[in-house]
Protein backbone atom coordinates (compact mmCIF):
# COMPACT_ATOMS: atom_id res chain seq x y z
CA UNK A 1 0.00 0.00 0.00
CA UNK A 2 1.53 3.58 -0.60
CA UNK A 3 0.95 4.91 2.53
CA UNK A 4 3.54 2.30 3.99
CA UNK A 5 5.93 4.52 2.01
CA UNK A 6 5.77 7.17 4.89
CA UNK A 7 7.99 5.01 6.98
CA UNK A 8 9.72 3.17 4.87
CA UNK A 9 11.11 5.63 2.48
CA UNK A 10 10.21 9.27 3.47
CA UNK A 11 11.92 10.64 0.35
CA UNK A 12 9.92 8.55 -2.38
CA UNK A 13 6.66 9.33 -0.52
CA UNK A 14 6.82 13.15 0.33
CA UNK A 15 8.07 13.70 -3.56
CA UNK A 16 5.47 11.72 -5.01
CA UNK A 17 2.63 13.38 -2.99
CA UNK A 18 4.53 17.00 -3.61
CA UNK A 19 5.19 16.04 -7.51
CA UNK A 20 1.42 14.57 -8.53
CA UNK A 21 0.09 18.05 -6.64
CA UNK A 22 2.09 20.47 -8.51
CA UNK A 23 1.59 18.20 -12.22
CA UNK A 24 -1.77 17.81 -11.42
CA UNK A 25 -2.06 21.73 -11.05
CA UNK A 26 -0.50 21.59 -14.26
CA UNK A 27 -2.18 19.34 -15.97
CA UNK A 28 -5.71 21.52 -14.74
CA UNK A 29 -4.35 24.61 -15.61
CA UNK A 30 -3.24 23.24 -19.31
CA UNK A 31 -6.66 22.21 -19.87
CA UNK A 32 -8.19 25.84 -18.41
CA UNK A 33 -5.91 27.57 -20.91
CA UNK A 34 -7.17 25.66 -24.10
CA UNK A 35 -10.64 26.24 -23.05
CA UNK A 36 -9.79 29.85 -22.74
CA UNK A 37 -7.90 30.06 -26.04
CA UNK A 38 -11.03 27.73 -28.08
CA UNK A 39 -13.77 29.76 -26.84
CA UNK A 40 -14.70 28.86 -23.22
CA UNK A 41 -13.63 31.08 -20.34
CA UNK A 42 -15.43 29.01 -17.49
CA UNK A 43 -12.99 27.12 -15.66
CA UNK A 44 -10.76 30.75 -15.99
CA UNK A 45 -13.23 32.85 -14.92
CA UNK A 46 -13.91 30.34 -11.75
CA UNK A 47 -10.04 30.90 -10.88
CA UNK A 48 -8.59 27.47 -12.15
CA UNK A 49 -5.59 29.02 -13.50
CA UNK A 50 -3.76 28.73 -10.39
CA UNK A 51 -1.40 25.58 -9.12
CA UNK A 52 -3.12 26.02 -6.19
CA UNK A 53 -4.24 22.15 -5.13
CA UNK A 54 -6.67 22.76 -2.64
CA UNK A 55 -8.94 24.64 -5.23
CA UNK A 56 -7.88 22.54 -8.51
CA UNK A 57 -8.28 18.93 -6.61
CA UNK A 58 -10.00 19.47 -3.55
CA UNK A 59 -9.93 17.96 -0.19
CA UNK A 60 -11.01 14.66 -0.73
CA UNK A 61 -8.58 13.82 -3.64
CA UNK A 62 -5.73 15.36 -1.74
CA UNK A 63 -7.00 12.49 1.12
CA UNK A 64 -6.95 9.77 -1.46
CA UNK A 65 -3.39 11.04 -2.99
CA UNK A 66 -2.06 10.96 0.35
CA UNK A 67 -3.32 7.55 1.42
CA UNK A 68 -3.30 5.89 -1.99
CA UNK A 69 -1.24 7.45 -3.97
CA UNK A 70 -3.65 8.37 -6.65
CA UNK A 71 -5.82 11.55 -6.80
CA UNK A 72 -7.99 13.49 -8.96
CA UNK A 73 -9.25 16.73 -10.18
CA UNK A 74 -11.62 18.72 -13.07
CA UNK A 75 -12.64 22.15 -14.36
CA UNK A 76 -15.38 23.21 -15.73
CA UNK A 77 -15.96 23.18 -19.43
CA UNK A 78 -19.09 24.55 -20.91
CA UNK A 79 -18.67 22.75 -24.70
CA UNK A 80 -22.09 25.04 -25.86
CA UNK A 81 -18.80 28.12 -26.28
CA UNK A 82 -16.37 25.97 -28.03
CA UNK A 83 -15.17 27.27 -31.31
CA UNK A 84 -15.38 23.85 -33.38
CA UNK A 85 -15.53 20.56 -33.24
CA UNK A 86 -12.01 19.28 -32.08
CA UNK A 87 -12.14 21.84 -29.10
CA UNK A 88 -12.83 19.41 -26.90
CA UNK A 89 -10.77 17.04 -28.00
CA UNK A 90 -7.79 19.47 -28.22
CA UNK A 91 -8.73 20.43 -24.24
CA UNK A 92 -8.77 17.40 -23.16
CA UNK A 93 -5.44 16.08 -25.25
CA UNK A 94 -3.76 19.29 -23.37
CA UNK A 95 -3.72 17.91 -20.23
CA UNK A 96 -1.79 14.71 -20.84
CA UNK A 97 0.72 16.30 -23.16
CA UNK A 98 1.51 19.02 -20.06
CA UNK A 99 2.46 15.65 -18.25
CA UNK A 100 4.77 14.34 -21.04
CA UNK A 101 6.38 17.59 -20.94
CA UNK A 102 6.73 17.82 -17.63
CA UNK A 103 8.00 13.93 -17.68
CA UNK A 104 10.55 15.14 -20.17
CA UNK A 105 11.71 17.88 -18.11
CA UNK A 106 12.30 15.92 -14.89
CA UNK A 107 14.21 13.56 -16.68
CA UNK A 108 16.27 16.10 -18.60
CA UNK A 109 17.29 17.26 -14.94
CA UNK A 110 17.94 14.36 -13.42
CA UNK A 111 20.49 13.69 -16.06
CA UNK A 112 22.04 16.89 -15.83
CA UNK A 113 22.11 16.19 -12.38
CA UNK A 114 23.88 13.24 -12.81
CA UNK A 115 25.80 13.82 -15.80
CA UNK A 116 27.06 17.80 -12.82
CA UNK A 117 27.00 16.02 -9.80
CA UNK A 118 27.70 12.25 -10.28
CA UNK A 119 27.28 10.24 -7.03
CA UNK A 120 29.99 12.62 -5.00
CA UNK A 121 27.38 13.78 -3.33
CA UNK A 122 24.59 12.83 -0.62
CA UNK A 123 22.50 15.89 -1.48
CA UNK A 124 22.52 15.26 -5.46
CA UNK A 125 22.01 11.86 -4.79
CA UNK A 126 18.66 12.75 -3.04
CA UNK A 127 17.87 15.69 -6.03
CA UNK A 128 18.78 12.73 -8.07
CA UNK A 129 15.92 10.45 -6.82
CA UNK A 130 13.40 13.37 -6.43
CA UNK A 131 13.46 14.14 -10.25
CA UNK A 132 13.22 10.74 -11.12
CA UNK A 133 10.26 10.56 -9.30
CA UNK A 134 8.92 13.38 -10.98
CA UNK A 135 9.53 11.64 -14.22
CA UNK A 136 8.00 8.72 -13.47
CA UNK A 137 5.11 10.48 -11.80
CA UNK A 138 4.47 12.61 -15.05
CA UNK A 139 4.44 9.59 -17.26
CA UNK A 140 2.55 7.59 -15.57
CA UNK A 141 -0.36 10.29 -15.08
CA UNK A 142 0.03 10.54 -19.04
CA UNK A 143 -0.51 7.30 -19.42
CA UNK A 144 -3.15 6.55 -17.38
CA UNK A 145 -5.51 10.01 -19.07
CA UNK A 146 -4.12 9.13 -21.89
CA UNK A 147 -6.83 6.05 -21.71
CA UNK A 148 -9.87 6.15 -23.91
CA UNK A 149 -12.06 5.19 -21.20
CA UNK A 150 -15.20 7.53 -20.11
CA UNK A 151 -14.53 10.46 -18.10
CA UNK A 152 -10.77 10.30 -18.72
CA UNK A 153 -8.78 12.90 -20.83
CA UNK A 154 -8.40 10.37 -23.41
CA UNK A 155 -12.52 9.74 -24.36
CA UNK A 156 -12.64 13.02 -25.88
CA UNK A 157 -9.83 12.25 -27.95
CA UNK A 158 -11.37 8.81 -28.70
CA UNK A 159 -14.85 10.09 -29.68
CA UNK A 160 -13.45 12.83 -31.83
CA UNK A 161 -12.22 10.29 -33.79
CA UNK A 162 -15.24 7.62 -33.29
CA UNK A 163 -17.84 10.06 -32.92
CA UNK A 164 -20.47 7.09 -32.02
CA UNK A 165 -18.90 6.20 -28.84
CA UNK A 166 -20.59 9.69 -27.91
CA UNK A 167 -24.50 7.96 -28.34
CA UNK A 168 -23.23 5.50 -25.24
CA UNK A 169 -25.56 6.92 -22.36
CA UNK A 170 -23.73 8.19 -18.63
CA UNK A 171 -24.49 4.56 -16.85
CA UNK A 172 -23.17 2.82 -19.98
CA UNK A 173 -20.21 4.91 -19.44
CA UNK A 174 -19.46 4.62 -15.72
CA UNK A 175 -20.27 0.69 -16.07
CA UNK A 176 -17.14 0.80 -18.86
CA UNK A 177 -14.98 3.26 -15.80
CA UNK A 178 -15.65 1.15 -13.04
CA UNK A 179 -14.82 -2.03 -15.03
CA UNK A 180 -11.73 -0.49 -15.94
CA UNK A 181 -10.88 1.05 -12.96
CA UNK A 182 -11.41 -2.45 -11.38
CA UNK A 183 -9.30 -4.00 -14.13
CA UNK A 184 -6.47 -1.44 -12.87
CA UNK A 185 -6.63 -2.70 -9.42
CA UNK A 186 -7.48 -6.00 -9.38
CA UNK A 187 -5.74 -7.48 -12.62
CA UNK A 188 -2.54 -5.56 -12.93
CA UNK A 189 -3.51 -2.35 -14.93
CA UNK A 190 -2.22 0.08 -12.63
CA UNK A 191 1.25 -2.39 -12.52
CA UNK A 192 1.63 -2.07 -16.05
CA UNK A 193 1.18 1.26 -16.22
CA UNK A 194 3.93 2.05 -13.42
CA UNK A 195 6.23 -0.37 -15.48
CA UNK A 196 6.12 1.66 -18.66
CA UNK A 197 5.95 4.42 -16.90
CA UNK A 198 9.76 3.88 -15.77
CA UNK A 199 10.93 2.30 -18.59
CA UNK A 200 9.79 5.76 -20.35
CA UNK A 201 12.08 7.60 -16.97
CA UNK A 202 14.38 5.20 -17.52
CA UNK A 203 14.71 5.14 -21.47
CA UNK A 204 14.60 9.50 -21.23
CA UNK A 205 17.15 10.38 -18.31
CA UNK A 206 19.62 7.60 -20.05
CA UNK A 207 19.33 9.55 -24.03
CA UNK A 208 20.11 13.15 -22.00
CA UNK A 209 22.91 11.10 -20.07
CA UNK A 210 24.75 10.31 -23.34
CA UNK A 211 24.21 13.72 -24.57
CA UNK A 212 25.46 15.15 -21.46
CA UNK A 213 28.49 12.75 -22.19
CA UNK A 214 27.51 11.39 -18.60
CA UNK A 215 26.09 7.57 -20.13
Known amino acids: MFLQYLWMDPTYYVSWVVIVCFSISVHECSHTIAAYKLGDATAYNEGYLTLNPIKVMGPYALGALAVLGLAWASVPVAKSRLHRRSATALISFSGPASNLCLGIAFAFLAALTGAVAGAHSGVAQMFFKVLQVGAEANAFLCLLNILP ?13 VPEANKLDQQTQGYITLGV ?23 VISFFLVFFGGG
Open 181 to 203: ILGLFFLGGFRILFSVAGAFRDS
Open 149 to 161: VPFLDGWDVFTYF
